[in-house]
């Protein structure tokens, strides 16, 4: 009988413990697009998402595509750069397959990169000591500022640079696509908790009518830290499907 | 020796099930002001806090209080509030006494509220639904928008005003602050996942020194939410003491 | 011929001299919607209006009314406001009349008014020295920060708060105005050179389509400033019709 | 008798319509940098400048210089850009030698340019007709949005990509100004009436403690809209030295 007690104790632990252990293998199929989607966090949402008129619903000129961060400093391993999001390089061909579906469909497709100076001066206070050699993360010319292999900026698209977090913090982004007509944003890139959940809010406070996240192009450093992001962006209306869902 | 290991298997697992099931249990502790504070989720910060020039430190004129959106549709259950915040209540006291504290220290204490039109045409289009009535939430003018019983402006203080969740989004409060000489940033008030931590990114966006949360004086609808938004707010240099850590 | 010359010359300076000397008569006249219009400095346009795709000419419910400081320390002398401007109270009634034209049409009106700090420390640095008394202009409250007699905010009017001369500076204003589908700005109140152009050159900056000022609602301090002020604004698109032409 | 008043009004007349009947001998003088600068038009200043805690007087590391616009289709008439400012030109070697001073006195220079989209979707409305062609002014990495030849970014300069009048619309200038601890601004460019004036404003609004625009190195398409723009920004508490009074 203990030794029941034990083995079920020893499968509970594992079950539980699935964040320490199973990280590698889970983040492969997840990333992979593979079936296997960890349940997201259940959320506080304590009222009906409203039906709102959706004008543009279908209209696909009515929608842009911000493609964040997907620069060899923060998704390229061999650049060792301390900007690594961990989960980064697994997304890269559902960011890339993404970008595909958006052109296909007329998306407009926004590159938001960042490009510091050399210097530093333009990068949070709490990063700025990175700087100190000269050399720090996607400095505007040097290669780790560029995009990861296998992303190209083709004719139509559009490059914005930012400097901090969220692709609307001081930049001219929302002017861009509010006079393009623009109404309903999809988000792809890197990094869940910091950049892509930045940009996030920011569209919904800036009125997007319809914004959504693709939960397999995005990543953060660990699953719990990308899944309770997504948690909290379906509590305030945002969509979250995987990109074969979002294609279909 | 079986028995051992089936005894710590289930130590593990009562360790690492917590969070599920002594959810409960916890959450009323935590929210009377109760001394157990969950362990934060662990942070994927892969460097060390640069310990960058705090001039400001010490200098309580440099420092100012904010207090978010403790307004009682927030967090009096008595308005029957669609947007009454589960944890609100609980933490009234604590902001009270925090902002005691402040006063205490000749802290700049700034009130931020949510004001509305009765139309709910300055609401997040997620959360225009509630305004039909012209009796939605925080409407300027109605009980709902006034403060939770206990709290109290003065003279000396700030009201300032928002319609969205960041108290810098579309206000000029990042320029009555940044011209009074304001560097470092104390945050307390409702919820953490949006209103909190939307404040606290564009806070860190914008340069300020030092963004400190006081743990135990902000909240959301749940424990779980709360502290896996400390965490991320951690992991770009956030302070997150307790009152009782801070006031020291 | 030497008197006749000087005939002449008397004569030459006294038109040139209109400026100075018969000031409050042209200001009567001008202000009361009399046919004598000073004639605008010409503009360097040195290219033709772009036929742009208006799509909401004609379409009411796409224009907004901003009314731009329209109260009491502004635009009544009876305050002795360091902040008098002297072409204010004249354009009261014209001001009064376009509001009412705007109601008739259904186009939203939005009274943006100045309500300052007792303290003045979210006023201006150059104005701040009016504030040292705990008096000074337009401080919410009080009786100088009301409007002029003879405007009032109806039902279905919205009100907006500005600490600066932009009515877009630091306010949310345009998240507002840009969710209810405005496209088109109708902008009436003083001054001129600072509150009226900079609102509208952050309109044209904002890319809202149509930008109208109308010249006899709105006033400077003198006729000159209004004047050279008009010509910018028509230099970079805006319309600058009567209200007599507007409400054609 | 008669002869004596008949001199007199000859002189008033002279005087007074200097503005008219000199202009063209004026503008001649003006633009070749000599040293007739025409009077300002008076400024209806009804307050005397506040002697505010000027901290930074002096030290120049508080100070940046923005140089606005001070590219081939602005400034040089062989572009033959529909954008190109009449008076630009003829400032080029001031601006030069302003920059000059500001680096022998550790003053940082700030690059502010406009780089469009080939497409023009960045534009402001008023102005997209330009680049139905795929050619419009200042395209990013097009000759036209090339400093005018003679002035360089040198390293430790900064270049900042604005897409509007201002230098502050929609970029992150502010941010890395404030952070930097810069509290003066001295501005030279072109055009005074829009991208200079604006940015000056802002900046007043953004509460820079000393705005200096030096008179003899911005420019307009005529001196009487450079000086009418020059006395509304004295009316705020702009100084307006020449180059020769800024660098004693």
């Keep these: 009988m203990p030794s029941h007690l034990a083995l079920l104790s020893c499968l509970l632990v594992l079950v539980l413990s699935l964040d320490k252990f199973l990280l590698h293998y889970l983040k492969r199929r997840w990333h992979s697009g593979g079936s296997i989607i960890p349940r997201i966090p259940t959320s506080p949402f304590n009222f009906k998402s409203h039906p709102r008129p959706m004008s543009a619903a279908g209209k696909w000129s009515e929608t842009a595509m911000l493609v964040i961060d997907m620069q060899k400093d923060f998704v390229d391993p061999a650049m060792a750069s301390p900007m690594l999001v961990a989960g980064g390089e697994a997304v890269i061909p559902?960011?890339?397959?993404?970008?595909?579906v958006a052109r296909e469909r007329g998306i407009?497709?926004?590159?938001?990169v960042r490009e510091h100076d050399p210097s530093g001066r333009d990068v949070e206070?709490?990063?700025?000591?990175?700087?100190?050699?000269?050399?720090?993360?996607?400095?505007?010319?040097?290669?780790?500022?560029?995009?990861?292999?296998?992303?190209?900026?083709?004719?139509?698209?559009?490059?914005l640079v930012k400097t901090r977090f969220s692709a609307f913090f001081a930049t001219h982004l929302d002017s861009v696509l509010k006079t393009l007509g623009i109404k309903?944003?999809?988000?792809?890139?890197?990094?869940?908790?910091?950049?892509?959940r930045q940009t996030v809010f920011d569209a919904v406070e800036l009125d997007y009518e319809k914004v959504t996240v693709l939960i397999d192009a995005t990543a953060a450093a660990r699953p719990d830290i990308h899944l309770s992001n997504i948690r909290d962006m379906k509590?305030?209306?945002?969509?979250?499907?995987?990109l074969e869902e979002w294609r279909r």
Tied chains: 1, 2, 3, 4.
């Design 108 to 112: 407009l497709v926004v590159w938001v």
């Design 125 to 159: 206070l709490f990063r700025r000591h990175f700087y100190s050699g000269g050399k720090g993360p996607t400095v505007k010319g040097l290669k780790g500022a560029e995009l990861a292999d296998g992303l190209v900026i083709k004719e139509g698209d559009y490059k």
């Design 94 to 100: 559902t960011v890339a397959e993404a970008v595909a």
């Design 184 to 196: 309903n944003l999809v988000i792809v890139g890197v990094q869940t908790p910091n950049c892509i």
């Design 235 to 242: 509590t305030i209306g945002v969509e979250t499907p995987t």
